[in-house]
């Protein structure tokens, strides 16, 4: 390995190893697939789907890619006559714009979560090249409980009647009724397509709705919650009603907008990855891991609550949850709290709160997840000893802020120590 990549990576594994990760869409994959992702896999081409490459030599790769279906299919308690996998996207983006893709002629319209509310960019953001290529229409919260608004989301969809409708977030905390939202959009004859990137862990993990029995797509990345590499999964519903009324074949549709549509050869050490993260979700202590996760957030939330900070919803149902920095008293939002935090060795986001007033680049909130710490180990006891550093940090003033920082920082360390990542 070249010396000066060999000491980049090695100062970033120390930096993981001695910060504490409360970033909600990270985790840390263990060594049996850290292995897998860096073996010869990659030297191979294989444009194509099993059974039906474009290259020779694919028998085994082949084999693995049924089998990353098929594990992917048992976790989620599918049936393979219901439903179809792809786990060739080579990320959540490309996987959700290939659904799109599929489904949706172009400047067709889609409705999703606004971004403001919890959305992500991939849903419509006017920054996203998903912007460009449909007309979107966005459904916001309910600005008193800052949930979601079941009856305004009907309106909505009666009033724009769009193609397809997104559910799905990565700054949302509560259970999102994929029932209700399943029945708005057969009510109005579109797609339902769930992008469950953020909570697939916990899906999996049954510690949060299954959004199988409503969506005709389903989406997901599998490095947040379901603890796998980088990459993505599409499961398309092969009895999709909408789409048997329509005469189309789904399924054929977003394996063909995959690939030759978006994307060339697979990532073969990324499909195996996949298949092994799916194995290992499927055991007894991966549920154990997803309801601590969720423990996890319950007891972050509710202690720092407890300190006089405004949590967004009042709550969390999952893995995350918002603060809202203004409303909790403190005279800087999210752009300045990242930064203190990150200098007493706790690193999160800045993030956009529901009708926030402030812009992305400095936003009113910071948003906390548990994966990443939960996978080290942690627990409730360890949640409330993070909750009075965070609370010590941006609450300092300024002129006692750099010694609260560097003592906060080696106690961190402390605890990043005893609990080691994987
Ligand atoms: C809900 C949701 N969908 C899609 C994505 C996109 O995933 P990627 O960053 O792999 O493109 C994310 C990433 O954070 C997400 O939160």
């Known amino acids: ?147 979601l608004d079941y009856n305004a989301i009907l309106s909505l969809a009666k009033k724009e009647k769009p193609k397809l409708i997104v559910a799905g977030v990565s700054a949302y905390s509560r259970i999102i009724d994929f029932k209700k939202i399943g029945k708005i959009a057969e009510k109005i004859g579109a797609y339902l397509m769930v992008d469950m990137s953020h909570i697939a862990g916990l899906v999996a993990g049954k510690v949060y709705p299954s959004p199988f029995p409503c969506a005709d797509v389903v989406t997901t990345t599998t490095h947040k919650t379901l603890r796998g590499p980088r990459g993505a999964i599409i499961f398309a519903n092969r009895k999709s009603q909408i789409a048997k009324r329509a005469d189309i074949n789904i399924v054929n549709l977003i394996d063909k907008a995959v ?44 202690e720092l609550r407890k300190k006089d900070f405004k949590i967004v919803s009042g709550g969390t149902d999952s893995h995350l949850f918002l603060i809202d920095l203004i409303f909790s008293g403190l005279e800087f939002g999210g752009k300045q709290a990242q930064e203190r935090l990150e200098k007493g060795g706790i690193i999160l986001n800045m993030n956009i709160i529901p009708f926030d007033e402030k812009k992305a680049r400095d936003p009113s909130g910071i948003r906390i997840g548990t994966p ?5 180990g942690m627990k409730e006891k360890e949640m409330k000893t993070i909750a009075g550093w965070i609370s010590e940090i941006l609450k300092s003033p300024e002129t006692d802020l750099p010694i609260v ?9 402390k605890l990043c120590r005893a609990f080691p990542i994987l």
């Open 259 to 302: 690939f030759p549509g978006l994307q060339g050869g697979p990532h073969n050490q990324q499909t195996a990855a996949i298949a092994l993260c799916l194995e290992e979700a499927k055991k007894p202590a991966f549920k154990k891991y997803a309801k601590q996760v969720v423990k996890n957030a319950k007891t972050l939330a509710e």
């Open 1 to 147: 390995m070249g010396n000066k990549i060999k000491k980049l990576i090695f100062k970033e594994e120390k930096r993981q190893r001695e910060t504490l990760n409360l970033i909600a869409s990270e985790n840390y994959i263990p060594k049996n697939i850290r292995d897998v992702l860096s073996s010869r896999l990659s030297n191979k081409y294989s444009e194509g789907y099993p059974g039906k490459r474009y290259y020779a030599g694919n028998e085994y790769i082949d084999e693995i890619e049924k089998l990353a279906r098929k594990n992917a299919l048992e976790l989620f308690g599918l049936k393979e006559a219901e439903w179809s996998v792809n786990v060739q996207p080579l990320s959540g983006t490309p996987a959700n714009l290939a659904v799109y893709f599929a489904l949706v002629p172009l400047n067709g319209k889609i409705m999703a979560q606004c971004l403001d509310c919890g959305g992500h960019l991939s849903h419509g953001s006017p920054l996203s090249i998903t912007s460009k290529l449909w007309k979107w229409v966005h459904y916001t919260l309910d600005k008193k409980t800052q949930k």
């Open 405 to 413: 920082q560097r003592r906060i920082k080696k106690e961190v360390e």
């Open 372 to 376: 990443a710490i939960t996978s080290r």
